[in-house]
C-alpha cells in the first residue's frame, strides 16, 4: 500500500500517560497510521508519491476532537455584528449605531454574542437600545443562543405583539405587565416567530460559510467534533462538501428529538442512526432537558432569585424518560443538554430506569453540567454516563466574585458549584471538554487552557472562578482525545498514536502538558493531519 505520508523528528505525545513515544516518526496509508518507528526506518516506506514532513522537534497529538460543536448554525449565527466584547449597555449601544450607519435602508441587522452581564441590574430587554434601532429590523443573539433580543420593528413585521404558548415548555415571548412584548425572545421556538420573517442567506452562501468555519477550526488543530444537532439541511451540507473533499473535520452528528415527536418520530431517528459518508457519521440523538440559567429557562430543583427556571423544557419530563427508554433499548447513544441540578438529576434518572430493562451498550452523555450538588456526583461513574462539558463557559460567562447574571441568579451555595470538571473527574466520570461553538471560540487550546486556569480569557489578571475545580494538563488533553474518543465509542481507533490507529493528528510547536495554561492559547498549531491528508500547515514547515 502507497505511503502518502510521512512525519519524521516527531515527539509522539501519549495521551494516556502523559509521556512521549519511544518513536520519532510515523508513517500513513489508507488514512491510519500504518508504523512508528525511528526516521531511518519510516524513510525506508518513502516513495515518488510521498509527502514527507520535517517537524524538527514538534509534538504530535492525537487529533483534537470538540466534544460539542454547531458548526452549520453556528457558521449562520457569526455572519454578523460581533456583540461579545461589550461589556456594557453604552458598549452595545455604540456597536449597533456603528453597523446601523452602513445598513441599507430595510436591511436587518444581525448581532450575535451579547452577554446578559451587560443589561447589570435591569432586565435583559430591547428598551436600551429603541433609539439607536429605531424602524430598524434588528435581531441580537444573547451568547447562550437560547434566547435573543427583537427590536420593536422587528417585532412589528413578524407580527409578534403579545404572549404566545409554545410546545416547548420554557419557550416564552416575554411581555410586560401590560402584555408588551419586551424584545426578549426565549427559546427556539419564540425566536422563529421573528426569524423566519427575516432574511435568509443563500444555499451557496451557507456552504460556503460552512467550508470556510471548518477550514479555520482545522487550523485551530480540530481534527474532528460531535456535533449536536442536524437542523434544516445540516446533513446534505456535511455530504456535499465531504463529497467533494472539502470536509475539514470528522464529525459525529447527534440529530434532535424535540418535544413533540411522536413514535413515528422516534423510529425515524433509530433508524438513521449510522448514515453519513467518508468523514461524517450520525450517531446518537441530542434531546433537551432544561434551557440556560441566564435567561431564566433552567430546570432548578430550588427557584432562581426571580423565582424562574422551574420547569423542564419538556411539558411532560415523564415522556422524555420513555423516549430515553427506547433509544436505549434500540442502542441509540443519547446527549441531553442538562444545565440545572434537577435536569441533570431527571437524565440520570431516566438512563438509570432504561439500564435497568436491558444492556448498558448504549453510552449516554449529560451536556454542560452548568451546577450539580455533591449526591449527584458520584451517579455518572456508577452508571456510565459521560460528563460532556464548556470549562470556557464557566472561565467567560461568570466570576470569580459571583456578581455575573449566572452567579447572582444562582446564589451562594449554587454558584460555588460552577463546573464540577474536577469533582467529576474525581468521581471516576468519564469527562469530555468542548467549546458549544458558537456559543464559547472554538480553538481547542483556549479550551484546554480555561479548564486549567478557570479565568476570563479576555483578562487573565482577573481571580479564576472555582479554581479548586481546575482539571490537570493531562486531564485537559484527555478531555480532547481519548476521553472524546470513548464517548464516541471510537476508543479502537482514535484518540492515541499507535499503528492501526486513525491518522488524524495534531502537531504543535511545544508540549502543551508543560506549556503554561495562560500561555497555551498562543501555542502555535503547526500541522494538522485528518485522515491522513493534511488540512493545515504552518509556512515553517
Same mark, same amino acid.
Given at each position: 500500500?502507497?505511503?502518502?505520508? !510521512?512525519?519524521?523528528? $516527531?515527539?509522539?505525545?501519549?495521551?494516556?500517560?502523559?509521556?512521549?513515544?519511544?518513536?520519532?516518526?510515523?508513517?500513513?496509508?489508507?488514512?491510519?497510521?500504518?508504523?512508528?518507528?525511528?526516521?531511518?526506518?519510516?524513510?525506508?516506506?518513502?516513495?515518488?508519491?510521498?509527502?514527507?514532513?520535517?517537524?524538527?522537534?514538534?509534538?504530535?497529538?492525537?487529533?483534537?476532537?470538540?466534544?460539542?460543536?454547531?458548526?452549520?448554525?453556528?457558521?449562520?449565527?457569526?455572519?454578523?455584528?460581533?456583540? =461579545?466584547?461589550?461589556?456594557? !449597555?453604552?458598549?452595545?449601544?455604540?456597536?449597533?449605531?456603528?453597523?446601523?450607519?452602513?445598513?441599507? &435602508?430595510?436591511?436587518?441587522?444581525?448581532?450575535?454574542?451579547?452577554?446578559?452581564?451587560?443589561?447589570?441590574?435591569?432586565?435583559?430587554?430591547?428598551?436600551?437600545?429603541?433609539?439607536?434601532?429605531?424602524?430598524?429590523?434588528?435581531?441580537?443573539?444573547?451568547?447562550?443562543?437560547?434566547?435573543?433580543?427583537?427590536?420593536?420593528?422587528?417585532?412589528?413585521?413578524?407580527? *409578534?405583539?403579545?404572549?404566545?404558548?409554545?410546545?416547548?415548555? =420554557?419557550?416564552?415571548?416575554? /411581555?410586560?405587565?401590560?402584555?408588551?412584548?419586551?424584545?426578549?425572545?426565549?427559546?427556539?421556538?419564540? +425566536?422563529?416567530? *421573528?426569524?423566519? *420573517?427575516? &432574511?435568509?442567506?443563500?444555499?451557496?452562501?451557507?456552504?460556503?460559510?460552512?467550508?470556510?468555519?471548518?477550514?479555520?477550526?482545522?487550523?485551530?488543530?480540530? @481534527?474532528?467534533?460531535? *456535533?449536536?444537532?442536524?437542523?434544516?439541511?445540516?446533513?446534505?451540507?456535511?455530504?456535499?462538501?465531504?463529497?467533494?473533499?472539502?470536509?475539514?473535520?470528522?464529525?459525529?452528528?447527534?440529530?434532535? /428529538?424535540?418535544?413533540?415527536?411522536?413514535?413515528?418520530? !422516534?423510529?425515524?431517528?433509530?433508524?438513521?442512526?449510522?448514515?453519513?459518508?467518508?468523514?461524517?457519521?450520525?450517531?446518537?440523538?441530542?434531546?433537551?432537558?432544561?434551557?440556560?440559567?441566564?435567561?431564566?429557562?433552567?430546570?432548578?430543583?430550588?427557584?432562581? +432569585?426571580?423565582?424562574?427556571?422551574?420547569?423542564?423544557?419538556?411539558?411532560?419530563?415523564?415522556?422524555? @424518560?420513555?423516549?430515553?427508554?427506547?433509544?436505549?433499548?434500540?442502542?441509540?447513544?443519547?446527549?441531553?443538554?442538562?444545565?440545572?441540578? $434537577?435536569? !441533570?438529576?431527571?437524565?440520570?434518572?431516566?438512563?438509570?430506569?432504561?439500564?435497568?430493562?436491558?444492556?448498558?451498550? $448504549?453510552?449516554?452523555?449529560?451536556?454542560?453540567?452548568?451546577?450539580?450538588?455533591?449526591?449527584?456526583?458520584?451517579?455518572?461513574?456508577?452508571?456510565?454516563?459521560?460528563? =460532556?462539558?464548556?470549562?470556557?463557559? +464557566? /472561565?467567560?460567562?461568570?466570576?470569580?466574585?459571583?456578581?455575573?447574571?449566572?452567579?447572582?441568579?444562582?446564589?451562594?451555595?449554587?454558584?460555588?458549584?460552577?463546573?464540577? /470538571?474536577?469533582?467529576?473527574?474525581?468521581?471516576?466520570?468519564?469527562?469530555?471538554?468542548?467549546?458549544?461553538?458558537?456559543?464559547?471560540?472554538?480553538?481547542?487550546?483556549?479550551?484546554? $487552557?480555561?479548564?486549567?486556569?478557570?479565568? &476570563?480569557?479576555?483578562?487573565?489578571?482577573?481571580?479564576?472562578?472555582? &479554581?479548586?475545580?481546575?482539571?490537570?494538563?493531562?486531564?485537559?488533553?484527555?478531555?480532547? @482525545?481519548?476521553?472524546?474518543?470513548?464517548?464516541?465509542?471510537?476508543?479502537?481507533?482514535?484518540?492515541?498514536?499507535?499503528?492501526? +490507529?486513525?491518522?488524524?493528528?495534531?502537531?504543535?510547536?511545544?508540549?502543551?502538558?508543560?506549556?503554561?495554561?495562560?500561555?497555551?492559547?498562543?501555542?502555535?498549531?503547526?500541522?494538522?493531519?485528518?485522515?491522513?491528508?493534511?488540512?493545515?500547515?504552518?509556512?515553517?514547515?
Amino acid at each position: 500500500m502507497p505511503t502518502p505520508l !510521512v512525519l519524521l523528528s $516527531a515527539r509522539l505525545l501519549d495521551p494516556v500517560t502523559g509521556a512521549f513515544l519511544p518513536q520519532t516518526a510515523l508513517a500513513v496509508s489508507g488514512g491510519r497510521i500504518s508504523a512508528l518507528g525511528d526516521d531511518h526506518g519510516i524513510r525506508e516506506r518513502v516513495d515518488a508519491s510521498t509527502t514527507v514532513i520535517d517537524l524538527k522537534g514538534a509534538v504530535v497529538t492525537p487529533g483534537l476532537v470538540d466534544g460539542h460543536l454547531h458548526p452549520v448554525s453556528g457558521a449562520e449565527l457569526t455572519g454578523g455584528l460581533d456583540l =461579545s466584547g461589550c461589556a456594557d !449597555v453604552e458598549d452595545v449601544r455604540a456597536a449597533l449605531a456603528a453597523e446601523v450607519r452602513n445598513l441599507a &435602508p430595510g436591511a436587518w441587522l444581525h448581532g450575535w454574542g451579547l452577554d446578559p452581564n451587560v443589561f447589570g441590574d435591569r432586565p435583559v430587554g430591547i428598551a436600551p437600545f429603541d433609539s439607536v434601532l429605531d424602524g430598524v429590523p434588528a435581531l441580537l443573539l444573547l451568547f447562550d443562543a437560547h434566547s435573543m433580543l427583537a427590536s420593536r420593528r422587528a417585532l412589528e413585521l413578524a407580527g *409578534v405583539d403579545g404572549p404566545r404558548t409554545f410546545d416547548q415548555a =420554557s419557550a416564552e415571548v416575554v /411581555c410586560d405587565a401590560q402584555g408588551r412584548p419586551t424584545g426578549l425572545l426565549q427559546e427556539d421556538a419564540a +425566536c422563529e416567530l *421573528v426569524e423566519r *420573517v427575516a &432574511p435568509q442567506p443563500t444555499r451557496e452562501e451557507r456552504r460556503d460559510r460552512l467550508a470556510a468555519t471548518l477550514r479555520a477550526m482545522a487550523a485551530s488543530g480540530l @481534527t474532528g467534533g460531535h *456535533v449536536m444537532d442536524a437542523n434544516g439541511d445540516s446533513l446534505a451540507l456535511f455530504s456535499e462538501l465531504d463529497t467533494a473533499g472539502e470536509l475539514a473535520l470528522r464529525l459525529r452528528v447527534a440529530p434532535w /428529538c424535540q418535544p413533540g415527536t411522536d413514535a413515528e418520530g !422516534v423510529r425515524a431517528l433509530i433508524e438513521q442512526q449510522g448514515a453519513g459518508g467518508a468523514l461524517w457519521r450520525t450517531d446518537g440523538v441530542k434531546i433537551f432537558m432544561d434551557g440556560t440559567i441566564d435567561n431564566g429557562t433552567a430546570w432548578l430543583e430550588r427557584p432562581d +432569585c426571580h423565582g424562574e427556571s422551574t420547569h423542564a423544557f419538556w411539558p411532560d419530563p415523564e415522556v422524555y @424518560t420513555r423516549i430515553i427508554g427506547e433509544l436505549h433499548r434500540a442502542g441509540v447513544p443519547t446527549a441531553t443538554h442538562a444545565i440545572g441540578d $434537577a435536569a !441533570v438529576r431527571h437524565v440520570l434518572d431516566a438512563v438509570e430506569k432504561a439500564q435497568a430493562t436491558g444492556g448498558r451498550g $448504549a453510552r449516554h452523555r449529560v451536556e454542560h453540567i452548568e451546577t450539580v450538588p455533591d449526591d449527584t456526583l458520584g451517579r455518572f461513574a456508577e452508571l456510565g454516563v459521560i460528563a =460532556s462539558m464548556q470549562p470556557t463557559h +464557566c /472561565c467567560d460567562f461568570t466570576r470569580a466574585d459571583h456578581t455575573d447574571n449566572w452567579s447572582r441568579r444562582l446564589g451562594e451555595e449554587r454558584a460555588a458549584r460552577a463546573w464540577r /470538571c474536577r469533582d467529576l473527574q474525581d468521581s471516576g466520570a468519564t469527562v469530555v471538554l468542548g467549546s458549544d461553538w458558537p456559543i464559547a471560540p472554538y480553538p481547542p487550546l483556549g479550551v484546554m $487552557a480555561g479548564a486549567r486556569h478557570r479565568r &476570563p480569557s479576555r483578562d487573565l489578571t482577573q481571580d479564576p472562578h472555582g &479554581p479548586e475545580q481546575a482539571l490537570t494538563p493531562l486531564e485537559a488533553l484527555q478531555g480532547l @482525545t481519548v476521553n472524546a474518543a470513548y464517548a464516541a465509542g471510537e476508543e479502537h481507533e482514535a484518540g492515541r498514536i499507535a499503528a492501526g +490507529c486513525r491518522a488524524d493528528l495534531t502537531v504543535l510547536a511545544d508540549n502543551p502538558l508543560t506549556t503554561a495554561a495562560t500561555a497555551l492559547p498562543d501555542l502555535p498549531v503547526l500541522l494538522t493531519v485528518l485522515d491522513g491528508r493534511p488540512t493545515h500547515r504552518d509556512v515553517s514547515l
